[in-house]
Each structure stands twice: as C-alpha cells, then as structure tokens.
T-cell receptor
Framework: AQKVTQAQTEISVVEKEDVTLDCVYE???????LFWYKQPPSGELVFLIRRNSFDEQNEISGRYSWNFQKSTSSFNFTITASQVVDSAVYFCALSDPYSSASKIIFGSGTRLSIRP | SQTIHQWPATLVQPVGSPLSLECTVE??????LYWYRQAAGRGLQLLFYSVGIGQISSEVPQNLSASRPQDRQFILSSKKLLLSDSGFYLCAWSPVAGVDTQYFGPGTRLTVL
C-alpha cells in the first residue's frame, strides 16, 4: 500500500539554525513522484518540489535542499539558516499510480516553528 | 499563467443550514479538480475529485457532495451541515496528462455552530 510517514509532528528551532524534515514513503511501484508542500499560517498549500523516482540527484534551491534516497525510501528536506518566515506546516506526498486523476497521498505534516 | 480562486474565504454557518463553496481555475483547460478538507491541526483528507465536466468521484462517504457544472468550476455542497463539517476546505487542480503536481487555492475556513 502507498504510505507517507512524517514522524516529526512538531519541530522548534532558533533562527539561523539548520533543520531537516524527515519523510519516509512506502510504495510497490518503480515509477513514482514525490512532493513537498509548505502550508504557512495563511493556509494555502504552496508547492515546493516534485521528484521523479528515477532522479536521485539532490536538489538545492536557495536555502532549501532535498535528499532523495531510494535505498532507504526517504525524501528529506533541509532548510539552511532558517528564518522566521519558514515557520509553517510542511507536507511530504507521494503519487498514487493507481489513480486516473493524478491523486497524491499526503503525510500528516510537520509543524516547523522558527524562534527569533 | 494559471490561477485558482475559492470563495468565500471564511464562512460561519448554523447546524442544519445548506452549504455551497465554489472553486474556479483560470488559464488552463480540462484540469483535474480536487476538494480536500483539513480539520484543525490535522492533515489533508481528499473528499472528491473530478476528471471532467459532470464526472465526480467520492473518496469518503459523508454529508457533502460535489459538482462540476463547467470545465473550470468545482462546487462543494451540503444540504444540511453538521458540526463535524467544520474545517478548512481546499480546492486544487492538476493538468490532465499523467501524474502531475496539484496546485492549491487559498482555501475556505468553515465554522459550523
């Protein structure tokens, strides 16, 4: 069965610290997509990244980086030099290959608080 | 570019009253459309999705229904609201071709009293 686990329910760090959000997934498929979304206090989910299962290169975008490791079924997200604006709930998600409608399966989310 | 709108932004309704939430997408054709609910402090629950006009799939049996009267319009309805319908409702769209990213609207915060 498809499943996404975000074991960290809440994380709190002081501004400028680095922080890593963990994501572990389960799938029987060889072709799949992984996603990260950010939900700031305003509520709207903001798309951050999509990763194809055949592309294991790490991705870096400014202070954000993603580490995809198929061997451990993990897709972790690191924020370097965190800022107060990074405070949000972050969701990891996995594509559902049995869906005809691009359905994705979300983890339960990690609430990140950055203290000034 | 594509944009997605939801209204109203907030809504307070009494138990037993009807509900109609609207979602529209601009800048794309024949998108897949989705309704999610998020209870306070919880994760996302997919309620309905649609791959075309008049085509609605329900994920969870409940007090709600959805309709897609036009290509880029998705409506979430209820005849009689329950307290448990309170939550944050998010609409999303994705391109039709293959597995692709879902893009979300700003959401509607519904409180049933």
């Amino acid at each position: 069965a498809q499943k996404v686990t975000q074991a960290q329910t809440e994380i709190s760090v002081v501004e400028k610290e680095d922080v890593t959000l963990d994501c572990v997934y389960e799938t029987r498929d060889t072709t799949y997509y992984l996603f990260w979304y950010k939900q700031p206090p305003s509520g709207e989910l903001v798309f951050l990244i999509r990763r194809n299962s055949f592309d294991e290169q790490n991705e870096i975008s400014g202070r954000y980086s993603w580490n995809f490791q198929k061997s451990t079924s993990s897709f972790n997200f690191t924020i370097t030099a965190s800022q107060v604006v990074d405070s949000a709930v972050y969701f990891c998600a996995l594509s559902d290959p049995y869906s005809s409608a691009s359905k994705i399966i979300f983890g339960s989310g990690t609430r990140l608080s950055i203290r000034p | 570019s594509q944009t997605i709108h939801q209204w109203p932004a907030t809504l307070v309704q009494p138990v037993g009253s009807p509900l109609s939430l609207e979602c529209t997408v601009e800048g794309t054709s024949n998108p897949n459309l989705y309704w999610y609910r998020q209870a306070a402090g919880r994760g996302l629950q997919l309620l309905f999705y649609s791959v075309g006009i008049g085509q609605i799939s329900s994920e969870v049996p409940q007090n709600l229904s959805a309709s897609r009267p036009q290509d880029r319009q998705f409506i979430l309805s209820s005849k009689k609201l329950l307290l448990s319908d309170s939550g944050f409702y998010l609409c999303a769209w994705s391109p039709v071709a293959g597995v692709d990213t879902q893009y979300f609207g700003p959401g509607t915060r519904l409180t049933v009293l």
